[in-house]
């Protein structure tokens, strides 16, 4: 079994939904991060947590440390929203998670 | 913005023969590390340096797998000889002081690397 398991694997939806990815992990962790990757390959971090809630333009990151879950909230989708989303955490180095591989069509 | 830079981008190969990824890190981050990133999987971390140490290699194939930075800044990876389920994307990423899960990460473009 995954240290961070993600859900969905996949989803598809359409342009201007709420989307919600989420992330459980059975680790111990300092922080969770979420990343972005785009078709290309390239990785890009979007949020590092460790409590809370945090919000970038349209997208927020919530964490509950009791429940050892995290999820990545994207408001307003956009076909440029597409892409995998990947959650990793960790307490000495990061286990990442298989990524959901999101798809907003127009 | 500085960027991790990774070269080649694609390399096509076949089993057998020797295979060299570079990677230079962001100007002044002490922390590199090398991801090796299967189809449908999240990255697995191969080797972590600190300037030019080795922190963690411990998932890393040494019996074909080798990783230098010798002064502290860039960094190659080897793999000799290549088998087939080495193709895969391998990642570079940096990050300032190498505190790993508390610190930004930032990865390079990535090398995708084809055996035949």
């Known amino acids: 079994k995954n240290e961070v398991e993600q859900s969905p694997q996949n989803l598809t939806a359409q342009e201007g939904e709420f989307i919600t990815i989420n992330c459980s992990y059975s680790v111990g962790i300092s922080a969770l991060h979420w990343l972005q990757q785009h078709p290309g390959g390239g990785i890009v971090s979007l949020f590092m947590?460790?409590?809370g809630k945090k919000k970038h333009g349209r997208l927020i990151a919530t964490i509950n440390i009791q429940e050892k879950h995290s999820s990545l909230h994207i408001t307003a989708s956009h076909p440029r929203d597409s892409a995998v989303y990947i959650c990793?955490?960790?307490?000495?180095?990061?286990?990442f998670g298989k990524g959901t591989h999101l798809i907003i069509q127009p | 913005e500085a960027e991790v830079a990774q070269s080649p981008r694609y390399k096509i190969t076949e089993k057998s023969q020797a295979v060299a990824f570079w990677c230079d890190p962001i100007s002044g981050h002490a922390t590199l590390y090398w991801y090796r990133q299967i189809l449908g999987q999240g990255p697995e971390l191969l080797v972590q340096?600190?300037?030019?140490?080795?922190?963690?290699d411990s998932q890393l194939p040494k019996d074909r797998f080798s990783a230098e930075r010798l002064k502290g800044v860039d960094s190659t990876l080897k793999i000799q000889p290549a088998e087939l389920g080495d193709s895969a994307m391998y990642l570079c990423?940096?990050?300032?002081?190498?505190?790993?899960?508390?610190?930004?990460?930032?990865f390079g473009p990535g090398t995708r690397l084809l055996v035949l």
């Open positions: 947590l460790s409590s």
């Open positions: 990423a940096s990050s300032l002081t190498g505190s790993s899960t508390q610190e930004t990460q930032y």
């Open positions: 990793a955490a960790g307490l000495d180095g990061l286990t």
């Open positions: 340096f600190q300037d030019e140490s080795v922190v963690d």
